[in-house]
């Protein structure tokens, strides 16, 4: 079965510093998608991109953007000039097309921006 | 457009109650997933169907556990008896994969937050 690691437990920075969000993947799909969910402290998980195993041009959107590498496994992601609003914890995840979509999680990581 | 919603927002019981937590998918969508939330063991598949078919049980940890999807507008998970331990958020999500044009992504309800005294 597919497996998500974000060895990133718990990250802290201060407003305005960029971070970036680990993760590594393993599959034996050749076609898969990778996803980052956001989860604020209100709970509700929102979905922020997905990625097709085919496809591994970055993506930036405002002030996030996501660097997908086959060659490692991996698909980080990076806030930049981060800002409190973006406290929360971002989940990792991943889907295997030949595996009936059904998607795993990484454990998340912590990420707490202060002021 | 309405979004997954799932009832109740928040329940607690005692040891040894049923408890039934209901998800109504967004319409249209043909993939139905159960996830549970816990702090130790962070966000796991329960069970998930495919057009009202349930596709993979394993993640259903006991006989306690059992997801029925009667229509394609309604989903249960259904806890009997309940334990302490089963205390968590309870996630309801839909996908759209079939067609062209969607992400496959997963929308999530707002979560179920089970407490078992």
């Known amino acids: 079965a597919q497996k998500v690691t974000q060895a990133q437990t718990e990250i802290s920075v201060v407003e305005k510093e960029d971070v970036t969000l680990d993760c590594v993947y393993e599959t034996r799909d050749t076609t898969y998608y990778l996803f980052w969910y956001k989860q604020p402290p209100s709970g509700e998980l929102v979905f922020l991109i997905r990625?097709?195993?085919?496809?591994?041009q970055n993506e930036i959107s405002g002030r996030y953007s996501w660097n997908f590498q086959k060659s490692t496994s991996s698909f980080n992601f990076t806030i930049t000039a981060s800002q409190v609003v973006d406290s929360a914890v971002y989940f990792c995840a991943l889907s295997e097309a030949g595996n009936n979509n059904d998607m795993r999680f990484g454990a998340g990581t912590r990420l707490t921006v202060k002021p | 457009d309405a979004g997954v919603i799932q009832s109740p927002r928040h329940e607690v019981t005692e040891m040894g109650q049923e408890v039934t937590l209901r998800c109504k998918p967004i319409?249209?969508?043909?993939?139905l997933f159960w996830y549970r939330q816990t702090m130790m063991r962070g966000l796991e598949l329960l069970i998930y169907?495919?057009?009202?078919?349930?596709?993979?049980d394993s993640g259903m940890p006991e006989d306690r556990f059992s997801a029925k999807m009667p229509n394609a507008s309604f989903s249960t998970l259904k806890i009997q008896p309940s334990e302490p331990r089963d205390s968590a958020v309870y996630f309801c999500?839909?996908?759209?994969?079939?067609?062209?044009?969607?992400?496959?992504?997963?929308?999530f309800g707002e979560g179920s937050r089970l407490t078992v005294l």
């Open positions: 169907f495919n057009n009202n078919v349930p596709i993979d």
């Open positions: 319409s249209g969508h043909d993939y």
């Open positions: 999500a839909s996908s759209l994969f079939s067609g062209t044009g969607n992400t496959g992504e997963l929308f």
């Open positions: 990625r097709n195993s085919f496809d591994e």
